[in-house]
């Protein structure tokens, strides 16, 4: 191992330092519970350690790390003395440039960026490898959540056949708000904004492109080629009415954001994120707030969970840390699981092929006529239709939501969808229930 | 890394072999899982394996696997080429003299054997450190949960204050059928015991000593000291009646078997195994049949909780083989997290400092008047209250439950059973209630 020796008592120990790139929310937030847990940290990591260096074009005067901070890589790159770096920049660039040339100088990298990860997983897992060192992204799905190593660790024997949850807390609270406090979806967000759970421009969690991030990064762990987000079908929850959100609860389920990838009997895969129904039966429709939880399905296991809080200064910190403990460590050590790079898409089923159960929900109309419409499409199909049908209504005459009595793919619920527009029951919204 | 290399295709790889030490319920499950993955798992380890001896003094002619039998540790201890160890004997003896005998000679041990761990784990690990190999006990807490790890490495950074959870499958399906069913404890005892849930003799699972065995090895691994199960408190769930259930129900929670550690202000840790009311709000009263939920609460995280199957031949099998896996791809480095021995249990709160809400169920009394005596007991104690107390009864001029307005240590509980006792309301049943 590079770096000092300190002479701590009457043993020697070995002394590592760290830098951390970006002194925003996650970056400050590793500075202080390093800081806060030194003493802790260092037990666990078998030596001494220290933060050198903190990266940021912008200045903090008022910081007692400021004597820390740096507005260039350089110094950073070309100190032999920071074997381990914590990026907490957030976008590719410039934190690609940065991250690959801290790998390229052996120095492990452990990062929360979801976005650097899923579009440069493959190219820098595998530079890390060449490198002898270890990039590391435990924080970048779940936030404080352990999700990462347990995937690719206790639970190697297994064979995985999906995966899905929730992976983003600020829709999670949105969602709550509508189900617990009947709030319409413009006010539960407005009220996410003023505690600081949404951002001003709250795109990329409400349309689900985070969550999108995140099911890439466990796709591509679990099935060991890189996902790309632009090949996953996306949809957030802009369009879910708190109708939708009553009705379910009328049906013994909750809406909850879902990201989910699952191995289809072809062996390509299914990555998708999409509001579901979710049963009560399923400990996912209990996950409130912010909170997050990612459901492991493998042969082995039957079914595994892991929930906590997906976001914030200090989970998020707390998953970082936690990998430059381990960077650290186990300094020579590669443990990183690599995936290979993917030149197409073809290993990816379309969302046309995904199959379950859905929830639908019409316009007001005579229940006997929608019912009619239903099994003359089941008849239509071929499908055997045995189960007993729920409805619910808000009110009498009002609209009607249901759940379909078997499982049905994407493209014969759109043919449902319009098999029934032609018989003049208009299907107002719709979404898959969570298997 | 000892062992033969093996030539496949067009490039040279390692082979690692192992042995299984049990051929009962557990290690014939990591036998056929690995056979089952076997690919799958090479992928992971980076290199071939295979099973070489299974160890058992009994015979088993029809077994696929019979000419790996072996009745005696020795050809296992003496053969360089076995570099890994998979213990799943369960007890102390002989499990003990083998399992240090393979560390011994530098063979990583992973098992699944809870008593061998809560027993002798502060040894064992300090002598797999001596000898540069690993002991590992993914499978001895949680079944298919990965919990040990995740604790000792992704929470690393934290400064975890408790853990609380379901670590017993057997008790959490009579109290599920309790619940669900109205079934009383024998019979919901009886069909545990024909679907092979509980054992013949249940006492291990029913009086609550399976779950104190898993929660001393968190308790060790996470404060750093051997708690031995002789020195934590453990009551079962035989006393539990379905009325309690019932009435807890109408309180808002479920009675679960708690298993639970927490450090006090004073730094001493305070481990328990009790029958507690989990409110409805907690995600653990929602862990229902067979499975386990751990909750791990820290200062950077908040909580976190790992859910799955805590028992059975797979889901165990699935942990025993993820650390064989993780003993072979790391053969050098050790990764184990030790503890300390512990000489003395000065170290650990007594549970009459345990501090929590109370449930109490008192018999057919006016309420006014227990309400009287509750009141009396918080004015002698010169507690104040303001809360609004709720009560509940299955029927008017039944017996009567509540929780107490404020927390209460044991001690203090008590004191309130004996006031009230003494004032002519007799308490027949009371639990803690989980925080």
Chains 1, 2 share one sequence.
């Not at 957030?90 to 790998?103: D, I, R």
């Not at 009220?191 to 990329?204: M, R, V």
């Not at 993917?342 to 639908?360: G, H, Q």
């Amino acid at each position: 191992m590079e770096g000092e020796i300190a002479r701590t008592g009457s043993h020697i120990k070995a002394m590592a330092k760290f830098a951390v790139l970006g002194f925003g929310v996650v970056g400050s937030g590793v500075v202080e519970l390093f800081y806060k847990n030194k003493a802790h940290i260092e037990e666990k990591a078998g030596q001494e350690m220290d933060v050198k260096y903190i990266l940021d074009i912008r200045q903090f005067p008022a910081s007692p790390y400021k004597d820390k901070i740096v507005a260039s890589i350089d110094p950073i790159l070309e100190d032999p003395e920071v074997t381990a770096i914590a990026e907490c920049m957030g976008g590719v660039e410039p934190a690609f440039t940065y991250v690959k040339a801290c790998l390229e100088r052996g120095k492990s990298v452990s990062t929360s960026n979801k976005e650097l990860v899923a579009q440069k997983g493959a190219e820098l897992l595998a530079l890390a490898a060449e490198k002898n060192c270890n990039f590391f992204f435990e924080a970048s799905v779940g936030g404080a959540i352990p999700i990462i190593r347990p995937l690719h660790k206790c639970l190697a024997a297994n064979d995985i056949s999906g995966v899905a949850g929730i992976l983003n807390g600020t829709t999670n609270f949105i969602l709550t708000k509508m189900i617990r406090d009947k709030m319409q979806f413009a006010d539960a967000l407005a009220l996410a904004q003023k505690l600081g759970y949404a951002e001003k421009d709250p795109t990329a969690d409400v349309e689900g492109l985070d969550a999108c991030r995140k099911i890439c990064i466990i796709s591509s762990l679990v099935f060991g080629k890189h996902v790309y987000p632009k090949d996953v079908y996306t949809k957030g929850i802009a369009d879910i009415a708190l109708e939708d959100v009553e009705l379910a609860g009328h049906l013994g389920g909750a809406v909850k954001l879902i990201a989910s990838v699952q191995r289809q009997a072809d062996g390509r895969i299914l990555p998708a994120v999409m509001p579901m129904f979710v049963s009560y039966d399923n400990l996912i429709s209990r996950v409130d707030d912010v909170f997050n939880a990612i459901m492991v399905y493998g042969d082995a296991i039957d079914k595994t969970m892991f929930y906590g809080r997906g976001a914030g200064k200090f989970p998020t910190a707390s998953a970082v840390l936690g990998d430059v403990i381990d960077a650290v460590k186990h300094a020579r050590t590669v443990f990183s699981q690599a995936w290979e790079p993917s030149d197409d898409n073809r290993f990816l089923a379309p969302i046309a092929e995904r199959t379950s159960r859905m929830y639908l929900k019409v316009s007001k109309c005579d229940p006997q006529q929608m019912f009619r419409k239903l099994y003359d499409f089941y008849a239509s199909q071929k499908i055997a239709v045995d189960a007993q049908l729920s409805l619910a209504r808000l009110k009498d005459g009002e609209n009607i939501a249901f759940l379909t009595p078997t499982e049905l793919t994407e493209a014969q619920c759109d043919m449902l969808v319009a098999q029934m527009t032609t018989g003049g029951i208009q299907v107002i919204s719709r979404m898959p229930v969570l298997n």
